[in-house]
């Protein structure tokens, strides 16, 4: 049978499709921007005959239609791998879950412990000659998906960038079960958004100094990292090479420079690597067969010991509070969810442990109170109650406000916390200053 016969014998509506998932089913929705659509509509019409169905993905750019059924934690129950915007709405209205994990195990986590994948749906790029449906700028973890799941239904969608990789990139037509033929919605987009505040400009002038020629780049995304992508975009810095969780247009902007070569690469030379791509359609264009980006799995980009094999590797990424202890958590604010560990565990201690490498945590110094109005520091005293500490004291390496960049490592607590006070905005340092004595990491010959 050819390819294209077994095709057609696989093609269903995406009602037929959606007649798979029983109640208290576990059902993998896909990742990201290729989180299912058609199906999504079709199964939340079913709400009612459903009780106990587990949905799990991450990472959302858009709110599902089984989110909008009457009585929804009835009838279907959420659970992120990392939080988008949208499903820290859905825990608030109390039908979502995280579930905290380092990002880079989920591959191994599928294949060991996480027990059964009832049915595993997402939205691939079309087929190709060989039987293949490319995971689009998604790879991440969902071969391991397919390699355990019980029943696999695809959901093509022509606006599906195909993403070259080195493997795990696609599924098989012999692997897969289902076959829909999608509704084509543009790719979802995702991105920094408008132009650089004052702060991001402030901190991305401390950092792009900082990286060398010839450097790594691991960046998050935002405003702030894309303010010092454009930056380097506009530098003197050459032959920089990427090896990212997330690829970001920063990263596009860079190549279109000419600043991206992977020349200085001990492997993957020439290549850009990331586990996943969000971003604006430019990035999805960019990425649609092109030989010089690679995807791969997550647990393969984010390995600590292959990131610590690459030397003056650069890792920038967010936080939400800093305490004056090194501790950053950038995963929520006391007990309110905001996003996940991710892998920022990952490339914060491969970039401490890489020669030459440099760890950055940025952030701005201050956060406004959305509902008072009332200014904050992000750098604490200690978290907030019931926040998570995502990278810990022992691992942080560099952290930047726009008022400075202070380097962690090896400090002492009264270093740390004369260091960390000197980049806090300052209306807050006398405040900052106090509490450390009553910590005792305040040494008494700093006072000024």
């Not at 290729?34 to 993905?57: F, M, Q, S």
């Not at 400009?201 to 020629?213: C, S």
Request: charged share 20%; hydrophobic share 40%; glycine share 10%.
């Amino acid at each position: 049978m050819s390819y294209q016969d077994e095709y057609k014998q696989k093609l269903v509506t995406a009602e037929e499709a959606a007649k798979v998932v029983k109640s208290g089913d576990w059902v993998d929705y896909g990742w990201s921007t290729c989180t299912v659509n058609a199906i999504d509509k079709a199964l939340a019409k079913r709400y009612e005959e459903l009780t106990d169905v587990k949905l799990r993905g991450g990472i959302l750019t858009r709110r599902l239609a089984v989110f909008d059924v009457p009585n929804v934690a009835d009838h279907f129950t959420w659970n992120s791998w990392h939080m988008s915007g949208v499903e820290r709405k859905a825990i608030k209205e109390g039908f979502a879950f995280y579930a905290p994990i380092r990002y880079s195990e989920l591959p191994g986590y599928y294949r060991t412990c996480n027990g059964p994948v009832d049915v595993a749906m997402f939205q691939v790029a079309p087929m190709d000659e060989h039987g293949y449906f490319n995971f689009g700028p998604n790879c991440s973890h969902m071969k391991a998906v397919c390699d355990v799941a019980k029943k696999i239904i695809v959901e093509v969608n022509k606006n599906v960038p195909v993403c070259l990789g080195g493997y795990d990139n696609c599924v098989h037509i012999s692997q897969v079960d289902m076959i829909v033929q999608g509704e084509n919605p543009p790719m979802e987009t995702l991105g920094g958004g408008g132009a650089p505040s004052d702060v991001d400009i402030a901190v991305a002038n401390l950092v792009v100094p900082e990286i060398p020629n010839g450097a790594c780049l691991q960046l998050g995304i935002g405003s702030m990292p894309n303010t010092i992508g454009k930056m380097i975009a506009e530098s003197d810095l050459k032959d920089l090479g990427v090896h990212t969780e997330m690829y970001v247009d920063a990263f596009v902007d860079m190549a279109a420079a000419g600043k991206i070569t992977g020349a200085c690469k001990p492997f993957d030379k020439g290549r850009q690597v990331y586990a996943f791509a969000a971003g604006s359609q430019k990035l999805y264009d960019y990425l649609n067969n092109n030989p010089a980006c690679m995807t791969a799995p997550v647990d393969y980009v984010n390995s600590i010991a292959r990131v610590a094999q690459i030397d003056n590797f650069i890792s920038i990424n967010g936080a939400v509070d800093i305490d004056l202890f090194g501790q950053v958590s950038s995963e929520s604010s006391g007990i309110n969810h905001i996003s996940g560990a991710g892998g920022q565990q990952d490339f914060v201690m491969g970039a401490y442990l890489a020669k030459g490498g440099k760890s950055f945590i940025c952030c701005s110094a201050t956060v406004k109170d959305k509902k008072t109005g009332q200014l904050h520091s992000r750098i604490r005293p200690t978290l907030v109650e019931g926040s998570i500490a995502t990278c810990t004291r022992s691992n942080l390496h560099y952290v930047v406000t726009e008022f400075g960049k202070f380097n962690v490592k090896g400090k002492s607590t009264w270093e740390r916390a004369e260091g960390l006070i000197g980049i806090a905005h300052p209306q807050f340092r006398d405040e900052l200053i106090a509490e450390a004595e009553k910590m005792h990491i305040w040494r008494r010959s700093n006072k000024k």
